[in-house]
T-cell receptor, first 114, second 116 residues
Framework: KAGVTQTPRYLIKTRGQQVTLSCSPI?????VSWYQQTPGQGLQFLFE???????NKGNFPGRFSGRQFSNSRSEMNVSTLELGDSALYLC?????????????FGEGSWLTVV | AQKITQTQPGMFVQEKEAVTLDCTYD???????LFWYKQPSSGEMIFLIY??????QNATEGRYSLNFQKARKSANLVISASQLGDSAMYFC?????????????FGQGTELSVKP
């Protein structure tokens, strides 16, 4: 069974540009969430999607957005990139929502903003 | 307020010995789940073990076990017979029912180094 797949794995962008990251959840999983990991702030929740609807949103500016498609695949977009957006972006999926559902992560997308 | 606290930034353990990684949590929710993840330097977050708040027995998965003490709000990870490949960052995380289940709250992590 394939795990959570994230693309691209590594990317370098310039300040002011925008970036789109993609995530394919484990087959059958309908909940997808995104996290940002930085050395200073640790792991922070960005947002969660379930059945194409955003269910939860973290405390990030509006430059960070996401969406989920009918096949549960998800994308997140960061516009007007800032140096501080350099981070590891992790996508996670679970069968459904609820505290008892195990959440599986992908390998992450390493974003460097220069 | 910090919801997940991992008080050990770094730990060393000798190969083949057991090690305990500490995690305490804070929640007023009655229904929640506790998770441990391993993150090697490659960045992937690997699921290790899960404990539900209503589970009466401690969870075990191979060499991993979770020492769940609900009254103390602690969920320590025990790794038995450490291996060199266990060297990584370890994160404790919690998922509360109040967030409709989606959001994981992470601790700051513990960096484990296994010595040969």
């Amino acid at each position: 069974k394939a795990g959570v797949t994230q693309t691209p794995r590594y990317l370098i962008k310039t300040r002011g540009q925008q970036v789109t990251l993609s995530c394919s959840p484990i087959s059958g999983h309908r909940s997808v969430s995104w996290y940002q990991q930085t050395p200073g702030q640790g792991l922070q929740f960005l947002f969660e999607y379930f059945s194409e609807t955003q269910r939860n949103k973290g405390n990030f500016p509006g430059r960070f957005s996401g969406r989920q498609f009918s096949n549960s695949r998800s994308e997140m977009n960061v516009s007007t990139l800032e140096l501080g957006d350099s981070a590891l972006y992790l996508c996670a999926s679970s069968l459904t929502t609820g505290p008892g559902n195990t959440i599986y992560f992908g390998e992450g997308s390493w974003l460097t903003v220069v | 307020a910090q919801k997940i606290t991992q008080t050990q930034p770094g730990m060393f353990v000798q190969e083949k010995e057991a090690v305990t990684l500490d995690c305490t949590y804070d929640t007023s929710d009655q229904s929640y789940g506790l998770f441990w993840y391993k993150q090697p330097s490659s960045g992937e977050m690997i699921f290790l073990i899960y404990q539900g708040s209503y589970d009466e027995q401690n969870a075990t998965e191979g060499r991993y076990s979770l020492n769940f003490q609900k009254a103390r709000k602690s969920a320590n990870l025990v790794i038995s017979a450490s291996q060199l490949g266990d060297s990584a960052m370890y994160f404790c995380a919690m998922r509360e029912r109040r967030n409709q289940g989606g959001k994981l709250i992470f601790g700051q992590g513990t960096e484990l180094s296994v010595k040969p």
